[in-house]
């Protein structure tokens, strides 16, 4: 019973337990129902995996109402990647959760805390698993709601501006969502993305459509944070509890990334997207201007977190620019980049996350010779730091790899060159952790600042470890990469 | 005719739009936004839809002028002028508003029986609501049944919004038993509210549980049913609202909404059926159906009613006029 249900469970057990941890009255009962339900999860995204390589795409329907009368949860190799992707984020990140929402948070904030930490999973595996138009919506709404909060619960006041700001322009971004559905709900009379790939061709050349197309894509670019929609992004992830820039930094963006797929490949298919409406070529400017923009601000941020975020509006550009090829290698690309980001910014934030717990600053200026003080700490940060940049041998390494050969492939060795030369402002802005943590002598003595507590080193050194493994043995996750970009583009495997 | 009542409705609700944008005074926007909504639903109404439009009536008429209201009443009266004109938000709104346009032109026509919308999953649920749902109304077997993954989901969304505030606002209700300042004036609007606090609560679950039959369901229900608390919370004073209804109370009652709908549909797994359905409930499917409607339109109407409620104390707890402040006199 328990396998044959797995695609509800998926979703059903986190959403479950977001009410019995708000009923659960100590802080510590809340963290406990968090910790054990994100391990769940963990376990059946890899069940989901296991069963989707093996009989491929899986299919189930809600309430047992046939397609596309009722809702159908629908699993191919990329939502089950993706599913994977959350899942791991979530059970690593919830062992580190304890020590540090106990000091970053009210202990009556504590449980609240938890059960919207739960919601946001709920409506991010809700987006992922799901085959139904308007269900992704409504799933939109739970993971985007839960995350204002979240945010808004940072220690700073400006996390409550920071939450605002996020608000009106997620609003605006699920409104715009929300208009484009409505639109092909009108012109197709189906809700079923299966059913909506069938139908669309026959109407693809109404305005109507094409204006649908254009509201989705620019309502789920703001979701991403695509150049120039990504304002919100950095407040955000400054101002929010740690735990929250971890877990939203790792999962959130990537989603929507998972859902402009959906779209562009799934629902509108490749010959509309990128051949009628040229979605490619217009993305794929935004994408360049993504990573030399936000790889420049990056430099010359002196708040940790701050540089980070403009790194991930960077990466993003990244990700974007490998589906833009809309080519079999290029979107395979743009997988292994989402996948591997997520691995290297979640370790990156958690380490920053040990020393907000020490030192309660992350201000370049502050961490000055902090190597000897938390050596751990700092050598995660540089080992993340280097995948981020692409050494060889980590998992950095490999997603630029691809993406550069899948820039070759087709044809466009200048997309290559860009790639190449931003990893070289990378370079500077790692560098300026490296030197700052590792060369520079403290200018003031930092009584009592030690490394940080094991439960959060363990779950950032596993993260930075998976990281290292896949840049070592990175075939599991192409060949799932390049089956999932397979099905999306239509091309036979190679 | 019908045209007509259309382009009138149409016309005011361009106007109090305008309206709304022009005012500065937030108390009038807040009373043209209920009035906006109002008109909406008269518009809902004339398409058949009345569902939407008892909502749209209870949520965007009442409840959240109410909640507005409180607002206003926390923060100030007046909007700020803004120092700079910017050209960026109006080039955005114009863009927005040219391709809506611009979408309508290939647009069915409006009410062509022909439009996708009418010839492809519509009629099946038209058809087969009675034998499969054994409903009169297909609205609710389609959002309680066919859709109602998609119903447990917003209630997910009002229970998140619930959760929202009580973490950033929370309802600290302090031993009030002071009364609104001019409590005794409002001699008769204390015995109207007296008088029709029992039929407002009597509605609401005559909503909630006709739903099947007629317009209405747990998501309207729940809204009527807040409204009658509320109504007794401004003319009888916080404190007294608070000892009908325990703050504490309400964050469990949030909770037990969502629980009762999913336990429904964990309840369809374990006796061997998929995730919420209401076929193996029963011994038929038709009584099955009932049953799994009557159960998740109740789960509905509990997390509804509640989170509404706790807005609505958490916005007018944090004045220390309570319940009064947000009087419009």
Redesign the interface.
Known sequence: ?LLS?LP??QV?VP??S???C??LRRPGHAWACALTVSWAVLVMAVLLLRQVALEGTVS??????AT????EYRIDMLAALVILVIAIIGAVVMPYARRSVMQELDD??IG??Y??YL?CL?GLL?IVVTG?A??LF??L??SS??S??LI??GRDRRALTAAFQYLVMGTIGATFIL?GVG?M??????LNMADLAQ?LPA?DD???????F??VTVGVSIKLALFPLHIWLPNAYIYAPSVVSIFLAATATKVGVYVLLRLFFTVFGVQFSFDDMHVGDIIMWLAIAAVLTGSLVAIFQDNLKRMLAYSSVAQIGYIVLGIALATGAGVSAGIIYLFNHALIKGALFMALGGIMLRLGSVELRDLHGLLRQMPWTVAAIIAGGLSLIGVPLTAGFISKWYLVAAALEGGLWPLAFIVLASSLLTVIYVWRIVEATCFRAAGDERPGVREAPLSMLLPTWLLIALNLYIGVDAEVLTGLADTAAAALVGEALP | MQHLVDIVLLGLLMITGFAIVRMRSLLAVTMLTSIYSLFSALLFVVLDAVDVALTEAAIGAGISTILLLATVALTTEYEKVPSHRSLLPLLVVTLTGAALIYGTLDMPHYGDPNAPVHRHVAPDYIEDTPEEIGVPNVVTSVLASYRGYDTLGEVTVIFTAGVGVLALLGVHLRKRTEQPSDYHKLVVLRVIAKLFFPLILLFALYVLFHGDYGPGGGFQAGVIFATGFVLYALTHGLGNAERVIPPALLGILAAAGVLLYSAVGIEGMLLGGKFLEYNVLADDPVSGQHLGILLIETGVGITVAAVILIIYFGFVSRRPGGADAQDPS
């Open positions: 019973m249900n509800a469970l059903v959403l479950v977001a009410p019995i708000l009923l189930y329907p809600l309430g047992a109402w596309p009368w009722g809702i009556e904030h609240a805390f059960t919207c919601l709920t809700g139904d308007f269900n409504v799933f709404e739970i709601l839960s204002y909060v808004s619960l208009i639109l709900y009108m012109m197709t009379g189906t139908r109407v109404t305005r109507t459509v094409r204006v649908a254009a509201f």
